[in-house]
């Protein structure tokens, strides 16, 4: 009885705190066994962060949309204090002594980090979501790109869907390809954050002449000083005037809505230097379409085809923008 008070007011305490924002990171990854049939253990990686209280751990059998617009029941009970832990990172192991584990059901682990008792949708990792990776590889890219703006200086933008075991990013750039002669332009180490959460990033580069064309690199170093180059990607600077862009970035509701043949469309204003992604995700949170958008007005089509190019069948998705000024998720329905 005295547990149950005890999470119950550490719940109310948290639905409280619930609008506060927090700097901190999720775990990389949460990975769920099943040692004995009716035996679960849960784990994942701690890493140290100055502002980290404690992780919540939720084990229950309702797997949540990745927005988490509705959140998990945290039925673990007390918290699990980074006190507690090695400050030097190790992997935290929970082996679940809640409600029985019954054979065959699926389950799903969800670890929430907190930041005084605050926590938010974007601090949440899971095991649907967020798995264990076989062969964690340093960093994950899914674009690297470089854009000339209207006021002739270029915007360098790179998407990485996961990292591990990174020191940061350098940037290199030439006036050739020849990336052994290009010049470190960024005087320290840019930060990663070393998760598998997709992480956009953006860095300005003022010096640059018009009537040239740069190439730029994108260096990722690991922790054991291996390094690896992204690219080259290039841009033409030009002494002409730049077309102008929206002022601000914008994603309308799809149409038709329901959405039963032909094309599915959604209006899409990007404002200069906001190149984005469009994400549609089904209702079980897998991704299934992705497009790519630069700055500029764009009507975006789809005809229901998943990067596959197969036919996605009737149901809830969702469709997710994605850009360093704006994240909007709204929801579509197509039927059959």
């Not at 922790?223 to 002494?239: D, F």
Request: proline share 8%; glycine share 4%; aromatic share 12%.
């Amino acid at each position: 009885m005295n547990k149950m008070l005890i999470l119950f007011g550490l719940l109310l305490l948290t639905s409280l705190c619930l609008a506060q924002n927090s700097s901190l990171v999720p775990p990389a990854w949460v990975d769920v066994s099943y040692p004995t049939p009716t035996t679960a253990v849960i784990t994942w990686p701690h890493v140290h962060q100055d502002e980290l209280n404690c992780y919540y751990l939720s084990f229950e059998e309702t797997l949540y949309d990745p927005s988490y617009t509705s959140m998990p029941t945290w039925n673990y009970g007390l918290p699990i204090y980074a006190s507690s832990l090695d400050p030097a990172g190790q992997i935290v192991e929970i082996v679940w002594d809640g409600f029985p584990i019954v054979p065959g059901t699926t389950y799903y682990a969800y670890v929430v980090v907190l930041k005084g008792w605050a926590f938010g949708p974007v601090n949440v990792s899971s095991s649907f979501y967020n798995p264990k990776p076989d062969d964690t590889l340093p960093v994950t890219l899914s674009s690297f790109t470089a854009q000339l703006t209207a006021s002739s200086f270029v915007t360098l933008r790179w998407v990485s869907e996961s990292e591990s075991m990174l020191s940061g990013y350098r940037i290199l750039r030439n006036t050739s390809e020849n990336a052994a002669e290009a010049l470190t332009i960024t005087p320290t180490l840019i930060n990663p954050t070393n998760t598998s959460i997709q992480h956009i990033y953006r860095y300005e580069d003022y010096e640059v002449e018009p009537d040239n064309t740069y190439y730029y690199w994108l260096e990722s170093v690991e922790m054991n000083n291996q390094t690896t180059l992204h690219g080259p990607v290039n841009v033409v600077v030009t002494s002409e005037p730049v077309p102008e862009f929206p002022a601000v970035s914008a994603m309308s509701s799809v149409y038709p809505n329901p959405f039963r043949s032909g094309l599915a469309c959604v209006d899409v204003t990007l404002k200069a230097g906001d190149t984005a992604m469009i994400y549609v995700y089904n209702v079980m949170g897998q991704k299934v379409k992705t497009f790519a958008l630069n700055p500029g007005t764009h009507k975006v089509e789809w005809n229901g085809r998943d990067d596959k190019g197969t036919l996605c069948s009737s149901g809830v998705y969702f469709y997710k923008l994605s850009s360093p000024s704006i994240n909007q998720t709204k929801k579509m329905v197509i039927i059959k």
